[in-house]
């Protein structure tokens, strides 16, 4: 029998796994000792030991793969494609928090670049000289505003990555609240991609 670790332990724990693992190859492992052990003949042991062995490796596999997933492939499937709004955004967030000017990151936000790039604001240009450093700010308000704006139904899931964007962006001296009507222009026109 497979003892299956308590349920207080996350399944996604790696101790937990582990055990179970083990536990699973352990009983392969008996499995094939009891059913492959008993026989006289040399050449007849060795190819059932193999085929033992053989059958063993696969069960365990098949286990593995049965009891990690918990779900048939047409869910996998499923469940793969559909993803919520804001995971692509924040895949997209840099270590510091800022966002970078380039084609994913405004495909994660569903903008236009080149409409977002002609319409820069005057005062941000004032507080920014360098065109990167204002081209990433800039960018990083408008994803800000796009959760905000569009995400707000699971803001726990992403207020902590906002906070250290705000705290980058007061670090350059930009004022999010500032911007934000200026990003909110820009996420609410729908252009097209190209």
Same mark, same amino acid.
């Given at each position: 029998?497979?003892?299956?670790?308590?349920?207080?332990?996350? &399944?996604?724990?790696?101790?937990?796994?582990?055990?179970?693992?083990?536990?699973?190859?352990?009983?392969?492992?008996?499995?094939?000792?009891?059913? &492959? =052990?008993?026989? #006289?003949?040399?050449? /007849?042991?060795?190819?059932?030991?193999? @085929? &033992?062995?053989?059958? %063993?490796?696969?069960?365990?596999?098949?286990?593995?793969?049965?009891?990690?997933?918990?779900?048939?492939?047409?869910?996998?499937?499923?469940?793969?494609? /559909?993803?919520?709004?804001?995971?692509?955004?924040? %895949?997209?967030?840099?270590?510091?928090?800022?966002?970078?000017?380039?084609?994913?990151?405004?495909?994660?936000?569903?903008?236009?670049?080149?409409?977002?790039?002609?319409?820069?604001?005057?005062?941000?240009?004032?507080?920014?000289?360098?065109?990167?450093?204002? @081209?990433? #700010?800039?960018?990083?308000?408008?994803?800000? #505003?796009?959760?905000?704006?569009?995400? %707000?139904?699971?803001?726990?899931?992403?207020?902590?990555?906002?906070?250290?964007? =705000?705290?980058? =962006?007061?670090?350059?001296?930009?004022?999010?609240?500032?911007?934000?009507?200026?990003?909110?222009?820009?996420?609410? &026109?729908?252009?097209?991609?190209?």
């Amino acid at each position: 029998m497979i003892r299956r670790p308590p349920r207080s332990t996350h &399944c996604i724990s790696s101790a937990a796994s582990d055990v179970y693992k083990r536990q699973v190859y352990k009983s392969a492992v008996k499995r094939y000792k009891k059913g &492959c =052990l008993g026989i #006289a003949s040399t050449e /007849v042991s060795t190819k059932r030991s193999a @085929l &033992c062995r053989e059958k %063993a490796r696969n069960e365990f596999v098949d286990n593995e793969l049965d009891e990690e997933t918990n779900y048939s492939e047409e869910t996998k499937v499923t469940t793969s494609i /559909v993803k919520k709004p804001y995971e692509k955004i924040i %895949a997209e967030q840099e270590l510091f928090g800022y966002w970078k000017w380039n084609k994913a990151t405004f495909d994660a936000i569903n903008a236009n670049e080149k409409k977002a790039k002609e319409n820069i604001p005057i005062e941000l240009e004032g507080i920014i000289s360098e065109e990167e450093s204002l @081209l990433t #700010a800039w960018v990083t308000i408008i994803v800000l #505003a796009k959760l905000e704006l569009d995400c %707000a139904e699971s803001v726990q899931s992403w207020q902590l990555i906002f906070k250290k964007s =705000l705290s980058w =962006l007061g670090k350059s001296g930009v004022d999010y609240e500032k911007f934000k009507e200026f990003a909110n222009k820009i996420i609410n &026109c729908k252009f097209s991609a190209y």
